[in-house]
């Protein structure tokens, strides 16, 4: 039983999602800083911008908790992401390359809506219609929350 406010009788405040998300993401906003010495150049512009995205996504994943079927098919995609980061895109490469060569010929089947989201969402492949709204509809809400957060924290920070 979790202890309540006698004037309320509500639970103890909890972070809100945002909060949740912020934190977190400055958090790792700050380890990017710090791990990278060099500057902001072209050349690693890309590896940078690459390392946020990240840092965004897992960010969401981790505020939003293991209960949500999306967070955690995410989470998981960081994490093997980053155990077998050069032998994917060697795969990508090859795959991108097969698939422009076989793309001339092949007649798009129409896909219904459903299986559009299930592609958009992570996780999604796995879930049924009712799971995989449910899901959809707390995703959407957390990547809106994650667009308020990267714009304050634009708007604070800059000049």
Same mark, same amino acid.
């Given at each position: ?6 004037? %309320?009788?509500?639970?103890?405040? %909890? ?6 998300? !912020? ?27 690459? /390392? ?14 293991? /209960?949500?079927?999306? !967070?955690?098919?995410?989470?998981? $995609?960081?994490?093997?992401? +980053? /155990? ?12 991108? $390359?097969?698939?422009? +060569? ?9 896909? !219904? ?11 999604? &492949? ?9 899901? %959809? !509809? ?5 990547? +809106?929350?994650?667009? &308020? ?6 708007? /604070?920070?800059?000049?």
């Amino acid at each position: 039983m979790t202890p309540e406010d006698p004037v %309320t009788m509500c639970p103890p405040h %909890t972070p809100s999602l945002k909060t949740k998300i !912020s934190r977190r993401f400055l958090e790792n906003l700050v380890k990017i800083r710090t791990s990278s010495h060099e500057p902001a150049t072209g050349d690693n512009i890309g590896k940078r911008a690459q /390392r946020i995205k990240i840092a965004a996504y897992s960010s969401m994943a981790c505020a939003a908790g293991s /209960r949500r079927g999306w !967070s955690r098919a995410l989470l998981a $995609k960081l994490r093997s992401r +980053a /155990r077998c980061h050069r032998r994917l895109q060697i795969r990508r490469c090859l795959r991108l $390359k097969r698939k422009r +060569a076989g793309s001339r010929n092949m007649v798009l089947d129409e896909v !219904s809506r459903a299986d559009e989201l299930r592609r958009l969402v992570p996780g999604g &492949k796995a879930m049924d219609l009712c799971n995989l709204l449910e899901e %959809t !509809s707390h995703f959407i809400q957390c990547l +809106a929350t994650q667009v &308020k957060v990267m714009q304050s924290i634009a708007d /604070r920070y800059s000049v």
